[in-house]
């Protein structure tokens, strides 16, 4: 399979299709330890490590700036030497492909710290 | 009682002492809308609105500068025009007056808007 981090959001309408339980747990093996929240609504959650809180705010503008190009908002989650991530999507109210495409996209600008 | 926001915070020693039910509760009146949270530590929580993404990023990094120059740091978690934030003191797992100072200040930040 291909990188999910190769590929680029698409629009997601209202009456897009969510990504079914099976899907879901195929794509999640495609990514490095991200966690499947299953409630309220499915969404796709992981928690990185920083020594410092000027690594930790960096990173959260990093996934900001991805927010803003891919036009698809996280809920970014910013304490001291720790950045929580929730994708999710709001017009489905629960996973698209396009979570998994961006916590791919997530995992690479980690790595590039 | 003199603004909160003019004074600055202290350093937080794991002997400080816990700001008490009662004055917790008089200190909240000094400040707009802050909610008191009680499980599972007691914390400041406010949640504040912008009209796009970009209001709620600039916010969310004023906060962070905020929390650098006080050496205290919240819990700020952004979402597309959205930004909650979680003031409390870890060392002493509740709240300080450092923490009413900070959520006060975090009020000024947002009237700069």
Chains 1, 2 share one sequence.
Request: overall charge negative.
């Amino acid at each position: 399979m291909a990188n999910l981090s190769d590929e680029t959001c698409e629009a997601c309408r209202i009456d897009a299709p969510l990504v079914s339980q099976e899907e879901a747990k195929a794509l999640l093996t495609n990514l490095d330890d991200w966690q499947l929240i299953e409630t309220p609504i499915n969404q796709l959650h992981k928690v990185f490590h920083f020594p410092d809180y000027q690594g930790s705010l960096d990173f959260s503008n990093k996934i900001a700036n991805l927010a803003e190009q891919e036009d698809h908002h996280p809920k970014i989650s910013l304490e001291w030497g720790k950045v929580s991530v929730l994708w999710w999507s709001h017009k489905i109210n629960g996973l698209h492909r396009n979570d998994f495409i961006c916590a791919s996209k997530t995992d690479d600008l980690y790595k590039e710290n």
